[in-house]
Structures are given as C-alpha cells and as structure tokens.
C-alpha cells in the first residue's frame, strides 16, 4: 500500500489548527463543541452536513436514565449481544458515563420526545431488557441531534467548518501528526494540526444494499492505516435485519427501525407466519445478528427474497406519529403500514471493526484519535447492541477532546513545510480506469461472498478477485475523488475478508456455515 494517496499539486495555504475534525456526524460535532474555546478547530466534512451515517440514525440512543434501569443492566445486555468479544473496561466508560451526555444534549436543546407530563418517552429495541431508548421527532433522532449540534458548532468563533472536502490522507513526520491533505474538484491542500480526530464513519459502500449514504467508503480507516495506524475486528460487519425491500433496488436502502419491533412489530414469512418466537428468548426483539440470520434462513425456506414486518396492530395515527419517517417513506412506495406487512430483508448497516483506539479515543500513532463508527474502540464486540453507536459517539468523543484540551495548551504555531516524499509515487501509470464499474465488482463480490453468513472458499475467491483491483489501483495516477475511493474500498474490502478467513469461528455478526 502506497503511502500517500497523491502528492502532486498540494498547496500548502498556511491553515494551521490546534485539531482537525474529519466527519460532521454526531462524534464529530460533540468533540469540536467539547473542544476549549482557548484552542482552534477545523471541521471537515466529505460533504454537506446532512450527508452522514448520524443523520440517518432512527432508533434513538441508549443510556440507563429510566426508572428501575441501572448501568449495571445496560452493561449485561451490551456484553451479551457483543457474544463474549467486548472490551469489558470501554462498555463500564459507556454505560457509566452516558447518562451525563443525555443529559448535555438535553442541555443543549436537542428536541428528544416528551411524554404528557414533561418526561422523556424512552422505548425499547432488539437485545434491551429494559426500556432505555431515547428519541427525537419519533425516527428523526439522528436528523434532529445533528441539526441541533451544528447550531452550535455555526456559532463558535473558534471553529473553522469546511465542507465538501475529501480526506485524502493524514500527514505525520516520525510518527507525530502534522495534519491532513484534503481535495475538492479545483486542488490539493495541506491543513496543519497536531492533532487529528477521524469521525469518518463507516464503510458500508463496499457492498450492494447498506443503509449508509454514498460517501461512507471507508476513506478515513484507510487512510489510517496509510499513516500506520492499527485496525481491528475488522471482519466483525453488522447486517441490520430489517431493510426496506424494493424489487431490483441497489445502493442505499431504507432502513426500518429495530424501535418498530420494540413498539410490538412482528417478523413474518411470506405465508404470514410468525418465526421468531421459538429462536430466542427475546423473541423479535433478539439481537440483531441472531435476527438477521433466522430471516435469511426462513427467505431460502421459502424462495423469497424478504420476509414481511408486521404492525398493523398499531393504529395509523400511533404510527405516523411514532414514525413519521418510516411511515411516509412507506407511504411513498405504496404500503400503508397500519394495513400492510412492510417487506424487509438484511442489509449491510454497521461496522464493529475499525481503528484501534484506548479509552480516550488514541490510536498507536501520537495525535491521531479516532470516534464513532471508524473507531474500534471494543464496545460492541461481535454484534452492536441497538442505538448504543451514537451513544459511544458521545461518549468517546468526550473523552478524546479531555486529553486534547489538556495536551493542546498553546495554539499550533509550528511552520511544517510540504517536504512529504513517497517513493511509490514515482512510477505511477496515467491511465484512464472504468472506476464504476469496479466499484460494482467489489459490491458484487463482497455482498455475495462476505455477508452475513459466510465460507471460506468463496471469501478466498473474493479477496483474489478484489486484490486484481487493488493491484491495478496501486501502480496508477489517483488524481480523482472517484479513483482514490474505489482505491480505499479495495483496501477495506481485502481487510474485512483477510480478518474473516483468519477467525475460524462463528461469533456474534461473523458467522462462519463452513
């Protein structure tokens, strides 16, 4: 893997920064507005600030702030779903500290549901023994938190916001950060900052049907990993049972909230059978990999490609009300879902895997920190329990800017000259390169070879046939967005399969048939 993305053309245009911010979801926009007002930021998002993993969250965010829940019982139920692979000591950070950071947002006007009396309606989803789910605007929990965050970073005179920019890689000198390179459709630049936050999200792109919007391709764990960054669990990919089916439908799907079958939804076949009582104990509401894979077993027992969800038990004004988002997106493919069994399938919604980082958010390289989703922080284990990503989101991100706030005490004022050299980079080809039709190749392969049920031989043929891709992508000129993205999906591609072939065992969303 070469070094740097491309280093022709940067322009160095004196931008220096105490941190840079790279993603504008929910971890992203905590840790900027966490940040001294003493100490300089900049914010950098692949696109406009609606275009994220966070913006699209449905369900809500867990925290144990109900009435008879403990952090004790957030903590069991976050270690059972995770199957035995959660970093015990980052689920007691979670469990214990998220309460406080509810309790900020609420500070800070997010719009989170209240019932009658003033208190906040808190809800249940999939792997949750206790009600402990807070929303906003029903679905729009993700939607509202961002657009409440960002009034908030609009007004802080000591972050800088620039969007649409790519992140083409992070710049460090003896394994100290000293900024990033970033691109838009005119040029090249190096923005200085000894300190770097990757809140990049996930890398959902890489496979045919995912509920991530289109920029997440994995750009900022690659390019991590460029900068010698350590990466883990990397085959650990979570398959959200309940997509949206629509026939011949490719690309980003619509996501039905697990808080539908926490509101007493019920999966059935095609004939109208209910499934999953004899599964689990938890019935529908089991953990999401579990759930994932007995729809896949009852779609080939039945040659169908979905299985129904059924909430025709709630009345249509519950429902358009509870879920205004899923009920008029529904609405809009011609399923009223108070008189409908909505079809649904699995589909590529998460990754547990991503940038080793500690408690405080730190990878292995000095100044580099990693949040949310592109973060590895061992919270989830094998399988995320429901709505504690943004929550992990909060919390870690927190975490992160403490230390920074403590170590940045004087703003940067280092003059780093562009003095970058990488060898790979001098006998690079000029060749034109069917970008899109790679892309599909790599979706293709990773979406019927790397999904939610697994063998080896066939994850062997993909990561031989993505390699081909990838040695291709490595001895070329890189000088588009679209080039270097389907470059950072090889990689992340051959990282998830390489992890998955080497784990001989089925656990948790890594499931092995062989």
Not at 343 to 355: E, K, S, T
Request: with cysteine.
């Amino acid at each position: 893997m070469r070094r740097y993305i491309n280093l022709s053309n940067i322009k160095d245009n004196g931008l220096r920064f105490d941190l840079v911010i790279i993603g504008g979801g929910v971890a992203g926009l905590y840790a900027a507005l966490n940040l001294s007002d003493k100490l300089t930021c900049c914010l950098i998002t692949k696109e406009s600030i609606d275009i994220s993993n966070s913006w699209l969250a449905q369900g809500g965010i867990a925290a144990a702030i109900s009435e008879g829940d403990l952090p004790q019982y957030h903590y069991d139920d976050t270690l059972l779903a995770g199957a035995g692979l959660v970093n015990t000591e980052a689920v007691k950070v979670l469990v214990e500290e998220g309460p406080k950071d509810i309790k900020t947002l609420l500070e800070w006007d997010v719009p989170f549901d209240l019932d009658e009396d003033g208190d906040l309606k808190i809800t249940r989803e999939g792997g949750h023994r206790r009600n402990r789910i807070v929303h906003a605007h029903g679905d729009g929990t993700g939607r509202e938190t961002i657009k409440a965050l960002a009034r908030l970073v609009a007004i802080k005179e000591n972050i800088k916001f620039m969007p649409n920019k790519f992140l083409l890689d992070v710049v460090t000198d003896e394994n100290n950060v000293k900024g990033v390179i970033i691109t838009d459709k005119d040029s090249r630049e190096f923005i200085g900052a000894n300190q770097v936050i990757l809140c990049t999200g996930g890398s959902g792109q890489i496979y045919e049907h995912t509920t991530n919007p289109g920029i997440a391709t994995g750009d900022g764990v690659v390019a991590a990993m460029r900068a010698g960054a350590l990466v883990k669990d990397m085959e650990l990919v979570q398959f959200h049972p309940t997509g949206l089916y629509i026939e011949g439908e490719k690309g980003r799907s619509f996501l039905i909230s697990e808080a539908v079958r926490g509101e007493g939804g019920i999966l059935r076949n095609i004939n109208g059978e209910a499934f999953m009582a004899d599964k689990h104990e938890l019935k529908d509401l089991a953990p999401r990999d579990i759930v994932a894979r007995c729809i896949i077993n009852e779609m080939k027992k039945t040659n169908s490609p979905f299985v129904y969800l059924d909430v025709t038990l709630k009345s249509k004004g519950f429902l358009s009300k509870r879920f205004p988002t899923i009920y008029g997106e529904c609405l809009n493919q011609g399923i009223d879902i108070s008189k409908e069994y909505i079809p649904v399938c699995p589909v590529q919604h998460y990754m547990m895997g991503g940038i080793a980082t500690d408690l405080f958010g730190r990878t292995n390289i000095d100044g580099l920190f990693s949040c949310g989703e592109a973060a590895n922080t061992g919270v989830h284990g094998a399988n995320r329990l429901a709505s504690n990503s943004m929550l992990e989101c909060l919390v870690f991100s927190r975490r992160a800017i403490s230390v920074i706030n403590d170590i940045a005490k004087e703003k940067f004022k280092e003059k780093f000259k562009m003095n970058i050299f990488d060898e790979s980079q001098q006998n690079l080809l000029n060749l034109e390169l069917d970008v899109s039709s790679m892309k599909d190749v790599i979706r293709e392969l990773m979406t019927k070879y790397a999904g939610a049920i697994r063998h080896e031989k066939e994850m062997q043929l993909a990561l031989d046939s993505i390699k081909k891709i990838y040695n291709t992508l490595e001895v070329v000129v890189l000088d588009t967005k679209e080039k270097a993205e389907v470059y950072n999906m090889s990689i992340v591609a051959m990282e998830i399969l390489k992890s998955a072939i080497k784990r001989k065992v089925s656990i948790g969303a890594h499931y092995r048939e062989d």
